[in-house]
């Protein structure tokens, strides 16, 4: 490296047109895309076929993912239309538990024939997983076909 370069964002982030990095850019951004579309597609599918309950917050569960860094995870207890009661687990993990008081009422979404598969009705827990996806397939996509 030469003494007077100075390392910027820009100089990390070039790709030339010619280097085989860029159809590893290919691959892996199909690849997040397609995950992130079929995220998307079950994600809808399911909100036409569930239904609306209001469940209670009643605790949290403690989720390590190899780290040292404690998670946290939303349990909610429902009761479906039928009348059965149903405990649940946020899909996303924060890392501090919610300011949330233990008995608030909180939107589900519930597949009416299978009540088990039901999910937090919120943004972050309904749409956040496959937007990221689709956010890095089409930027790792916009790499390969903008090299610099």
Same mark, same amino acid.
């Given at each position: 490296?030469?003494?007077?370069?100075?390392?910027?964002?820009?100089?990390?982030?070039?790709?030339?047109?010619?280097?085989?990095?860029?159809?590893?850019?290919?691959?892996?951004?199909? !690849?997040?895309?397609?995950?992130?579309? &079929?995220?998307?597609?079950?994600?809808?599918?399911?909100?036409?076929?569930?239904? &609306?309950?209001?469940?209670?917050?009643?605790?949290?569960?403690?989720?390590?993912?190899?780290?040292?860094?404690?998670?946290?995870?939303?349990?909610?207890?429902?009761?479906?239309? @039928?009348?059965?009661?149903?405990?649940?687990?946020?899909?996303?993990?924060?890392?501090? &538990?919610?300011?949330?008081?233990? !008995?608030?009422?909180?939107?589900?979404?519930?597949?009416?024939?299978?009540? @088990?598969?039901?999910?937090?009705?919120?943004? #972050?827990?309904? #749409?956040?997983?496959?937007?990221?996806?689709?956010?890095? !397939? !089409?930027?790792?996509?916009?790499?390969?076909?903008?090299?610099?």
């Amino acid at each position: 490296m030469r003494a007077d370069f100075v390392p910027t964002i820009a100089s990390a982030t070039h790709i030339a047109a010619d280097s085989p990095l860029r159809y590893y850019l290919l691959i892996v951004g199909l !690849g997040l895309l397609s995950f992130g579309i &079929k995220l998307m597609l079950e994600r809808i599918n399911f909100l036409l076929r569930s239904q &609306k309950a209001y469940g209670k917050l009643v605790g949290f569960k403690e989720y390590r993912d190899g780290s040292s860094i404690t998670q946290y995870l939303t349990e909610i207890v429902f009761e479906a239309s @039928d009348g059965t009661e149903h405990r649940i687990t946020s899909d996303t993990a924060s890392s501090r &538990k919610s300011t949330r008081p233990i !008995g608030s009422q909180i939107a589900v979404r519930y597949d009416p024939s299978n009540p @088990d598969d039901a999910h937090m009705d919120s943004l #972050w827990n309904l #749409w956040v997983p496959s937007l990221a996806f689709l956010i890095l !397939g !089409g930027a790792a996509l916009f790499a390969f076909f903008h090299p610099q």
